[in-house]
T-cell receptor, first 115, second 112 residues
Framework: EAGVAQSPRYKIIEKRQSVAFWCNPISGHATLYWYQQILGQGPKLLIQFQNNGVVDDSQLPKDRFSAERLKGVDSTLKIQPAKLEDSAVYLC?????????????FGPGTRLTVL | TQLLEQSPQFLSIQEGENLTVYCNSSSVFSSLQWYRQEPGEGPVLLVTVVTGGEVKKLKRLTFQFGDARKDSSLHITAAQPGDTGLYLCAGAGVNTGNQFYFGTGTSLTVIP
């Protein structure tokens, strides 16, 4: 079974530029998550989708971050404009169900560096 | 402030030693999960504990959920270099709108 795919793996941009990340979850998984992991810290949930609807986006900085999950499958996370403090690894995860105890399967992440 | 505080933040031990990692909160959690993350990869789920006082064993790893469901511990017996990684606890708080949080993390290095 293929795992969660993310691209690109690495991205370097200058502040005030825009950037987009792509995630392809495990086939059939209903729930998709985007996390931000700053170096040395645990991941922080940015947004959770169930199919193509948003379940939780309370920690998403909506003035600059946006995310969508068209057709309930792939998802994109966009930052516009980027700030220095956005430098982090952006992780995508998916789970088969919607329960908090469901196993989340993580992709390898996209490492973003904002100069 | 972090909802889930882990200690220690860093741990470097010799192969064969035992260690315990702690995950503490002032909030009650309906369940807690433990993940291990290796460099350049996403976290991988190790275990989920659901019941207060629950103890689960996974080979040399023992996980315990506190009676009040506010804390958890991970004990590793006879650590091996393959145990090296970032250990993360995670869960959804009962009184925090069921939002999902990861802990601050414990970076473990096992020296051969």
């Amino acid at each position: 079974e293929a795992g969660v795919a993310q691209s690109p793996r690495y991205k370097i941009i200058e502040k005030r530029q825009s950037v987009a990340f792509w995630c392809n979850p495990i086939s059939g998984h209903a729930t998709l998550y985007w996390y931000q992991q700053i170096l040395g810290q645990g991941p922080k949930l940015l947004i959770q989708f169930q199919n193509n609807g948003v379940v939780d986006d309370s920690q998403l900085p909506k003035d600059r971050f946006s995310a969508e999950r068209l057709k309930g499958v792939d998802s994109t996370l966009k930052i516009q404009p980027a700030k220095l403090e956005d430098s982090a690894v952006y992780l995508c995860a998916s789970s088969p169900g919607v329960a908090r105890t469901d196993t989340q399967y993580f992709g390898p992440g996209t490492r973003l560096t904002v100069l | 402030t972090q909802l889930l505080e882990q200690s220690p933040q860093f741990l470097s031990i010799q192969e064969g030693e035992n260690l315990t990692v702690y995950c503490n909160s002032s909030s009650v959690f309906s369940s807690l999960q433990w993940y291990r993350q290796e460099p350049g990869e996403g976290p991988v789920l190790l275990v989920t504990v659901v019941t207060g006082g629950e103890v689960k064993k996974l080979k040399r790893l023992t996980f315990q959920f506190g009676d009040a469901r506010k804390d958890s511990s991970l004990h590793i017996t006879a650590a091996q270099p393959g145990d090296t990684g970032l250990y993360l606890c995670a869960g959804a708080g009962v009184n925090t709108g069921n939002q999902f949080y990861f802990g601050t993390g414990t970076s473990l290095t096992v020296i051969p």
